[in-house]
């Protein structure tokens, strides 16, 4: 069995940076990556998009060259390993062996210190017909669009609210698509409440940012409808229009996002504290001025920890590796505090902007609790809103009683698409908090893995 100082899930700018961090502090460093290359969600297959116009930008220009300089720290001898299509699927937190499948086997490694890179998965948007082929998530068409230079075709629709939804139009519209309309669904007087946030001055820089990715957009054609509700996709055997309060309209495809939350489900099947966070509306490990969570062993960096942006990511990363060789003997205190402090600067900076975003972009209620008691909320096992209403009625207390009555989070996906809005629709019919309703607690495996895979691992690692 092979021994790391610290292994890292992920290699999203949070991950990068940590390796490489630690990696100069002298620790042994595995990266452990589901991916084929380095770049996580934000900066995926950035090595290979070369000079792609419509990807011109920080995309190009920063992730590139964050993703160079983590290649330059893999030079042979190294002290960070790399492993991409490589997925964790189990951590014995008591005694630091973490399970990895990697080249269709799985293998066990036992680690010091363990930091989940994780990032960030868009927040469910369950509309009525958001099942039907054409409708996806925007990050799914940002994916195609990095990794394939796919562009749809035809009439185009992306509805919800928030910086991807901009950044999004504007890639599309470079790469040719058309007519692209933006359907915001922002709430009246958001605006003035986030003015009232602050942080305006501060975070001048991303806001300059985001009023030219909105100049930009408008010039090249997009087309934006404001103050959308009651928003449903329709269509015979897949996406042929959508309509909502007011108004309809044509489309071929259909791109929902209400911004994104943090990927929790390893940080929640490892039992750590957890809490509900009423600004970003979503769940998020408990984790000290280091990232350290409510054990020893873990701890997180990135958006996984809450969602602050690719800037905010490498900066909690270095952190979090700086920590690591503290607590591992390799670094006095003091030096560690003096090695921290540019980075937790450059984190408050990436930060700034973070409460005006957060309410100029809050989810509308619907969107956390569909209202529409046919539309469905978990796509794996096929579970209704009104169905999550009745288990509520008959004495769910939560998603995880909501399990045993109808499966809702047992399919594949494990409950990341479903389990925020069925916890929201429990607390809305018992009329609490969604922090008092709970989370789903997922368990290992992570991901789903073959007997074949899993009969891979020592005879005496099974026994």
């Known amino acids: 069995m092979r021994d790391y100082d610290l292994a890292v899930t992920g290699a999203g700018p949070a991950g990068m940076a940590a390796a490489m961090e630690a990696a100069s502090l002298g620790l042994s460093v595995l990266v452990l990556d589901e991916q084929p290359a380095p770049g996580g969600q934000v900066f995926r297959a950035v090595e290979a998009a070369g000079c792609d116009p419509a990807l011109a930008g920080e995309f190009l220009d920063a992730g590139a060259a964050l993703a160079r300089d983590f290649r330059a720290a893999l030079h042979p001898g190294g002290e960070v390993e790399y492993s991409p299509r490589s997925t964790l ?57 990095k990794t394939a230079g796919a562009v749809p075709q035809g009439p185009l629709v992306i509805a919800g609210q928030g910086p991807l939804t901009w950044l999004l139009a504007v890639q599309l519209l470079r790469a040719g698509a058309g007519p692209v309309t933006l359907l915001e669904t922002g709430g009246k007087g958001a605006l003035w409440d986030a003015f009232r946030a602050g942080g305006l001055w501060t975070g001048r820089r991303l806001l300059t940012k985001g009023l030219a990715l909105v100049r930009e957009a408008k010039r090249r054609g997009l087309k934006v409808v404001r103050g959308v509700r009651e928003l449903r996709a329709e269509g015979e055997g897949r996406v042929q229009r959508v309509r909502w309060a007011g108004g309809e309209m044509a489309c071929d495809t259909l791109l929902l996002h209400e911004g994104v939350i943090p990927s929790t489900h390893v940080s929640r099947a490892l039992g750590l504290e957890h809490r509900w966070d009423e600004a970003q509306r979503c769940w998020r490990p408990v984790l000290d001025e280091w990232g350290a969570t409510s054990h020893g062993l873990v701890a997180v960096a990135g958006d996984g920890g809450g969602i602050g942006g690719w800037e905010a990511a490498t900066a909690t990363g270095r952190i979090a590796a700086i920590d690591a060789a503290r607590r591992l003997g390799r670094l006095p205190e003091a030096e560690a505090e003096r090695r921290a402090a540019p980075h937790r600067a450059r984190l408050a900076a990436a930060l700034a902007l973070r409460p005006f975003l957060d309410r100029l972009y809050a989810p509308a209620p619907e969107v956390l609790v569909p209202r529409d008691d046919a539309t469905i909320v978990c796509r794996c096992e096929e579970i209704t809103a009104g169905q999550v209403r009745e288990a509520a009625r008959l004495g769910a207390t939560g998603p995880n009683q909501a399990k045993a009555y109808l499966r809702a989070g047992m399919g594949p996906c494990q409950g990341r698409m479903c389990g925020t809005t069925v916890a929201a629709l429990i607390a809305a019919e018992r009329g609490i908090p969604i922090g008092e309703a709970g989370a789903l607690r997922p368990r290992a495996p992570f991901k789903p893995l073959t007997v074949g895979e899993l009969a891979a691992l020592p005879l005496e690692t099974v026994a």
């Open 89 to 145: 699927w189990h951590v014995d937190i008591a005694t630091g062996v973490i399970s990895v499948l990697r080249e269709g086997a799985s293998e066990e490694i036992r680690v010091s210190r363990l930091l989940l890179a994780t990032g960030a998965q868009e927040r469910p948007v369950p509309i009525p017909g958001w099942t039907l082929p054409g409708a996806m998530g925007a990050g799914a068409a940002q994916i195609l669009l």
